[in-house]
């Protein structure tokens, strides 16, 4: 179960999967809101939120990754561009009830 999780790390963003199949068996949509998480069960909605700047959204992860030592979580290009996120940058995450990000 993903309650209560709540994590910091280094995020990073991909895209060039266009049109390849998620862990889930869904296309991958690089504008879409949803990212990769190497134990999070799927899916899971979680808000990243980037130190940064203070900026956050609401995501789905819908795969798994990422697959480079010491990073947290992948974001599809649209969720990363949301919160000013390119290359690599300190992120937030926290688990949220799929009941309240309806509201988001």
Do not use: C
Request: glycine fraction near 10%; hydrophobic fraction near 35%; avoid cysteine.
């Amino acid at each position: 179960s993903a309650i209560g999780y709540s994590a910091r790390g280094i995020a990073s963003w991909y895209g060039s999967e266009s049109g390849n199949r998620t862990a889930m068996g869904t296309r991958f949509r690089p504008e879409g809101l949803t990212a990769a998480h190497k134990t999070l069960p799927l899916p899971t909605k979680i808000r990243v939120t980037n130190l940064q700047n203070g900026r956050s959204v609401v995501v789905t992860v819908n795969d798994r990754g990422p697959f480079k030592h010491n990073r947290l979580i992948d974001l599809s290009y649209g969720a990363a561009k949301r919160i000013g996120l390119s290359g690599l940058t300190k992120v937030k995450i926290d688990y949220i009830d799929n009941l309240l990000s309806q509201n988001d």
